[in-house]
């Protein structure tokens, strides 16, 4: 850590410098007791984890100065660290271009959590860094390369083809390798995963863990857990041959940041807000129509049409994905209530059928009157879904509710994401528009009228 903060604070290459939270000389030892008293509030050891994160950012030769540098910089590790952690900013400016060294502490200045590095955190990054030089009118790179040809090594490749796979995807791998193996039963699938060097814990309620060597904390056999398929029931499923072996998903990336609309500051300052409202404002526009200009460029939207054609296509496909969910939702509900018809019409059978033998004997009907309810409410029901149509078997209906839950799991999913397409794309066409004036001409051709 401190042959890092040397190199940054190197006075032959240093222009600008400035801090939060931290004196950038003494930063190794404010780092190091901020992360004593982490250690000493909450028993975490601080060795494990990384003690300090560092973020390089460049700009254009002779675009920015040394100075407006460090203060981009110093915003875009405000905005990433939310205040929450200590950083100082570095400006070098050996080279053509100026960039900045941002380092920053892992452990947050109230002690309350650490910062973990998670998947796409450099594409976020990059997302931030582009937008805050976009709000201060400067260029960004339009089509970054992903790969640098051999030059360099990303971190998978840094590390080799030897990286120990995560606790969960050993279980997964593990799981699959056992179904592979076609067990008989649940429990000689049980056994296979310990054969292959798990220890199988079981806990209340039926609740079954993994735990492999070298490994600390058991991993729950559970969908929240390791993913879709890889509940205990669909184990089972799967071992009764009523449905496929479990897919291994990608691990989720963080969702951008939603675009919010512009405020019509002439119309709130007529509502009698204050001066100190309309500097807030005017920055606030600044940053959302920042957001719209990147929309435009990552989806590469080059004209209005193209725009107007883009939104169009997010909302129908969100209304589509609603009406789809919603078919499916109403299957769901139809099978759920036809299984729990068809339950209670099989209880209460053979209390009608005693009720018939007794030749409706008003005596069997008082000693049996809620029994008699259920079962006609349940033939009520079951005709009424079934119109004519033939009962099902039970265990025809239980997996039609298996695969018509797994459906509706499914399109929440690609529902939630359309959604946010759809509000995302929705409020970059309307910024847009009020940018170009296009909505201020509707509302004034509607107070013509």
Request: charged share 25%; net charge positive.
């Amino acid at each position: 850590m401190e042959d890092r903060f040397t190199y940054g604070l190197n006075p032959e290459k240093l222009g600008a410098v400035s801090s939060y939270l931290c004196d950038p000389n003494t930063a190794p030892a404010e780092f190091l007791l901020v992360k004593s008293q982490y250690l000493a509030e909450t028993g975490r050891a601080v060795s494990r984890g990384a003690l300090f994160f560092q973020i390089r950012q460049a700009f254009l030769p002779g675009e920015v100065t040394a100075e407006e540098a460090n203060r981009i910089g110093y915003e875009t590790a405000m905005r990433w660290t939310k205040g929450k952690h200590q950083f100082f900013v570095c400006t070098h400016t050996d080279k053509a271009h100026i960039h900045n060294h941002i380092y920053f502490n892992a452990t947050a200045f109230d002690r309350s959590r650490k910062f973990h590095n998670f998947i796409g955190s450099s594409f976020a990054l990059r997302r931030l860094s582009d937008r805050v030089c976009i709000e201060h009118e400067l260029s960004v790179i339009q089509n970054p390369r992903q790969h640098s040809k051999g030059r360099f090594l990303h971190y998978g490749q840094w590390i080799g083809g030897e990286k120990p796979p995560s606790a969960k995807q050993r279980v997964q791998l593990a799981v699959l390798a056992a179904l592979e193996k076609k067990p008989t039963d649940f429990a000689d699938f049980l056994r296979l995963m310990e054969e292959s060097g798990f220890s199988v814990k079981q806990g209340r309620g039926g609740v079954i863990s993994f735990l492999a060597p070298g490994q600390e904390k058991p991993t729950r056999l559970r969908a929240s857990t390791l993913g879709a398929g890889f509940d205990p029931e669909d184990i089972k499923a799967v071992i009764a041959g009523e449905r496929p072996l479990p897919e291994l998903t990608e691990e989720p990336t963080v969702p951008p940041r939603r675009v919010n609309l512009i405020i019509d500051i002439q119309e709130r300052m007529a509502q009698g807000k204050g001066p100190a409202y309309e500097r807030w404002a005017k920055v606030y526009n600044l940053k959302q129509m920042a957001a719209a200009l990147q929309y435009l460029q990552e989806h590469h939207l080059t004209d209005y049409a193209a725009l107007t054609a883009s939104t169009e296509a997010a909302v129908d496909h969100f209304h589509k994905l609603s009406d789809e969910l919603r078919t499916t939702e109403e299957a769901l509900s139809k099978t759920s209530e036809l299984m729990a018809a068809t339950v209670d019409y099989a209880k209460t059978r053979p209390v009608f059928d005693g009720y018939k033998a007794a030749r409706y004997s008003k005596k069997y009907l008082a000693q049996h009157e809620a029994e008699l309810a259920t079962y006609r409410a349940a033939k009520d029901t079951m005709n009424t879904i079934l119109n004519g149509a033939k009962l099902p078997k039970i265990e025809a209906l239980k997996k039609s509710r298996r695969e018509l839950a797994g459906q509706k799991k499914a399109l929440y999913a690609e529902y939630r994401e359309a959604q946010r397409q759809m509000r995302e794309a929705v409020a970059i066409k309307a910024n847009i528009d009020h940018l170009l004036g296009i909505t201020d001409e509707r509302e004034n051709k509607a107070q013509e009228r």
